[in-house]
C-alpha cells in the first residue's frame, strides 16, 4: 500500500467515524508513524508503506475514531512555539494558555520579577514556556499528580530549562517567597464535565479538570494561602472560565488585593486574571 492509498483510507475511516479534523489527522498519524515531515508526505506519496507501518497507523486511526485525542496518540503538542510530549497524565495546552503566558513574560521584563512559582502545573507548559522566554532567578513547579509531574520533567529536559518540581496538594509542601504566583487550575464545575466534548471528558484527566460544585474551590484555596507566599507588590495570575472573572475577582478583593485585572481571550472571553499584592 502507497502512502497516498494508506491516506485515503486512513481519512476515509476518520471521517466516516465523525472526526471533523479527519483529513488533517491522517496525515499527521501517517507523518508520526513514519517519521516523516510534510513535505516528505507530498513528495513520497506514491512510495509504499512497510506492512508494520500499516498496522501500526490502522491501530492508531482506530483509537483516534473513537475521538481518543490525536496529541495522545503522536505525544506532542506545540504551545508557544517549543514542543511539549503529553499523554493521558496531563491536559493538552491550549492555544488560550498562550495569553497567560505571555502576560507573565510581559510582567517579568517591565516589571523586572525574577521568581515564578506555577501551581498546578500539569505538563508544564506554562512554567516551561516562561522560564525559556525570561531572564529569571527561580521557577518552581507544583502539582499533586507524581504521574504529572513525571511528564513535566520529561518536559523541562527537553526544552532544556531548569526548574524545581515539587509534588503536592497546593501548598502543602512549598516554601519562600515568590514575584509571581501563575495558576490554569481545574476550573470545571463537576456537572458540566458531563457536557465536554468527547475527547476532553472521556480522555483528559478528570483530575485537571474537576474544579468541583461551583468551579472555584482551587481559586478559594490558592488566594487564601498565597498571601503568605507573595514578595511584596507580587502578582497573582489566573487562566479561568469564561464565566468566571467576577467571582474570581470577588475572592481576590475579599484578600485585599488590588489593580485586579480581566484579560479576553482570542475568541472575545473572558481568560486571564491578574492581580497584585501591595
Do not use: W
Not at 485586579?260 to 482570542?266: A, L
Amino acid at each position: 500500500m502507497t502512502i497516498d492509498e494508506l491516506y485515503k483510507k486512513v481519512s476515509n475511516f476518520l471521517k466516516e467515524s465523525g472526526i471533523d479534523t479527519y483529513m488533517l489527522d491522517a496525515r499527521l498519524i501517517i507523518e508520526h508513524f513514519l517519521g516523516i515531515d510534510t513535505t516528505s508526505f507530498f513528495a513520497k506519496k506514491l512510495e509504499n508503506v512497510s506492512t508494520s507501518d500499516c498496522d501500526k497507523i490502522l491501530k492508531a486511526t482506530k483509537k483516534r475514531s473513537k475521538h481518543y485525542p490525536l496529541q495522545y496518540i503522536t505525544n506532542e503538542q506545540e504551545f508557544m512555539g517549543f514542543d511539549f510530549f503529553v499523554n493521558e497524565n496531563v491536559l493538552i495546552p491550549r492555544s488560550e494558555t498562550e495569553l497567560l503566558v505571555e502576560k507573565i513574560v510581559k510582567l517579568c521584563n517591565e516589571d523586572n520579577k525574577k521568581s515564578i512559582l506555577d501551581m498546578c502545573t500539569g505538563q508544564g507548559a506554562i512554567a516551561i514556556s516562561i522560564s525559556k522566554l525570561c531572564k529569571l532567578e527561580r521557577i518552581v513547579a507544583v502539582d499533586i499528580s507524581d504521574k504529572a509531574l513525571e511528564v513535566a520533567k520529561i518536559n523541562a529536559k527537553k526544552n532544556e530549562v531548569d526548574i524545581s518540581f515539587i509534588q503536592g496538594d497546593l501548598f502543602e509542601n512549598v516554601s519562600d517567597k515568590y514575584d509571581i504566583i501563575v495558576s490554569n487550575p481545574p476550573y470545571i464545575k463537576s456537572k458540566d464535565i458531563e457536557g465536554l466534548m468527547e475527547e476532553v471528558r472521556d480522555y483528559e484527566p478528570i483530575i485537571a479538570l474537576d474544579g468541583y460544585e461551583d468551579g472555584l474551590y482551587f481559586y478559594k484555596e490558592i488566594i487564601k494561602n498565597a498571601g503568605n507566599f507573595l514578595n511584596d507588590k507580587a502578582y497573582i495570575c489566573f487562566e479561568i472560565g469564561y464565566d468566571q472573572a467576577s467571582s474570581v475577582k470577588k475572592l481576590l478583593q475579599a484578600e485585599n488585593y488590588s489593580n485586579i485585572n480581566v484579560y479576553k481571550d482570542y475568541a472575545g472571553l473572558d481568560r486571564i486574571v491578574i492581580a497584585q499584592k501591595l
